[in-house]
């Protein structure tokens, strides 16, 4: 068994963080913990940039720079070189989000071309990420997904979709980078869902390049999962995927209860973490033809794939096996794996300030909705600060 300790090591977690860093990360997580206080700083945060208040600075030196890697690639390359100091590699997630016109989903593709050329340049960066609607319109991938028939025009958009997926999957390949395709709302998914497919089918012949993301709150995913397995050892392609709990939660119980069908999320929490923690277990029986991006901040279910990698004898190097959390939440998680000679990555979002609120804001939400997640980080700040002291 492995030792369940690890992840109580605060020295090795917060090793690369300064004391004012600790103590703004200390401030943040405090604030974050408080709901009516992140209800007001949103608001006020929101009113503020739409005013065009002189506010970018304050919330440079706060939360985005606790949360984020910069405002352009370049910006990040100080936060990807330090992680990488520590064996973290990093994932540069573009945040930018609620985009709906064609010449924004080509700046997109264009930025994300950018990326993985970058990343060819960086062994600290071996993956890179992007989200099915940022190459295209919600409603167009809603659409397919509900087997409604296109106008010609749909058609043609839908084409330059495929077309941007393609050119991404494909310079990956060549550049020897991984794509993970992000996971977004069950009443588009599907239609995402034939598109990755169809990208690893061309570029997953020998190993994964292409990842699909399986949000495990949902109760059909595995299902999903075993059908597609089928698939490709019958048609001689490799998956990918990234496995996470998921993050529309709220959105998906309302419009279920709206519309009047079946909620796709599990009926629990513990639903949810046995979902999780099955998945895992079958993709580690299956590695010869799965590769796996454990996106988790769930202790527990890394302890469970370090059992399971011993258990299996794979070996902590193996590049089929990842662990992901994201930049400025669960330094006692990836600092400690990484110490371990785990594969770890950060995911680093970027992006302008002012374009990258919508995101902030919703991991402030999520932290303070997410039970034991801030007190579990405020925790270990606490330990971290007395150690310093002493």
């Given at each position: 068994m492995i030792d369940r300790s690890l992840f109580e090591n605060t020295e090795t977690a917060f090793e690369l963080k300064s004391d004012s860093e600790l103590e703004r990360a200390y401030f943040l997580f405090k604030m974050i913990s408080s709901e009516p206080l992140v209800?007001?700083?949103?608001?006020?945060?929101?009113?503020?940039?739409?005013?065009?208040?002189?506010?970018?600075?304050?919330?440079?030196?706060?939360?985005?720079?606790?949360?984020?890697?910069?405002?352009?690639?370049?910006?990040?390359?100080?936060?990807?070189?330090?992680?990488?100091?520590?064996?973290?590699?990093?994932?540069l997630d573009y945040s930018v989000e609620g985009k709906s016109v064609e010449n924004q989903f080509d700046n997109?593709?264009?930025?994300?071309?950018?990326?993985?050329?970058?990343?060819?340049?960086?062994?600290?960066?071996?993956?890179?990420?992007?989200?099915?609607?940022?190459?295209?319109?919600?409603?167009?991938?809603q659409k397919k997904t509900e087997g409604v028939v296109l106008t010609s025009e749909e058609e043609a958009e839908w084409g330059r979709i495929v077309g941007r997926f393609d050119a991404v999957c494909k310079l990956a390949k060549e550049k020897d980078v991984e794509v993970l395709i992000d996971g977004e709302e069950s009443w588009m998914q599907d239609a995402a869902d034939d598109l990755v497919e169809e990208m690893m089918r061309r570029y997953n012949k020998d190993v994964a390049v292409v990842y699909n993301t399986l949000q495990l709150y949902r109760w059909d995913?595995?299902?999903?999962?075993?059908?597609?397995?089928?698939?490709?050892?019958?048609d001689g392609f490799k998956i990918g995927?990234?496995?996470?709990?998921?993050?529309?939660?709220?959105?998906?119980?309302?419009r279920a209860l709206d519309k009047g069908y079946d909620s796709p999320i599990c009926e629990n929490k513990k639903a949810t973490d046995d979902n999780f923690d099955e998945t895992l277990n079958y993709i580690l029986q299956n590695l010869k033809d799965i590769s796996v991006f454990i996106g988790t901040h769930n202790e527990l279910s890394c302890y469970l794939?370090?059992?399971?990698?011993?258990?299996?004898?794979?070996?902590?190097?193996?590049?089929?096996?990842?662990?992901?959390?994201?930049?400025?939440?669960?330094?006692?998680?990836?600092?400690?794996?990484?110490?371990?000679?785990?594969?770890?990555?950060?995911?680093?979002?970027?992006?302008?300030?002012?374009?990258?609120?919508?995101?902030?804001?919703?991991?402030a939400e999520e932290n303070t909705s997410v039970s034991g997640q801030t007190s579990r980080e405020l925790s270990l700040l606490k330990t971290e600060r007395k150690r310093r002291k002493l």
């Open positions: 209800r007001i700083g949103t608001a006020a945060t929101n009113f503020a940039l739409k005013a065009h208040l002189p506010v970018e600075k304050l919330i440079r030196a706060t939360v985005f720079d606790h949360f984020c890697g910069g405002v352009n690639e370049d910006d990040c390359l100080p936060v990807i070189d330090k992680l990488y100091t520590k064996g973290v590699s990093s994932v997109a593709l264009a930025k994300i071309l950018k990326i993985i050329n970058f990343c060819d340049e960086r062994e600290a960066m071996p993956i890179v990420v992007f989200k099915p609607t940022g190459f295209g319109r919600f409603l167009l991938y995913r595995l299902d999903y999962l075993k059908q597609l397995h089928k698939r490709a050892k019958a995927m990234k496995i996470v709990r998921g993050a529309y939660m709220e959105k998906e119980r309302e794939a370090m059992d399971l990698m011993k258990t299996h004898n794979i070996s902590k190097e193996d590049n089929r096996i990842w662990f992901g959390q994201l930049f400025g939440m669960s330094d006692h998680i990836s600092f400690n794996l990484a110490a371990q000679g785990y594969n770890v990555a950060k995911y680093i979002p970027f992006g302008p300030v002012k374009d990258v609120m919508p995101y902030l804001i919703r991991r």
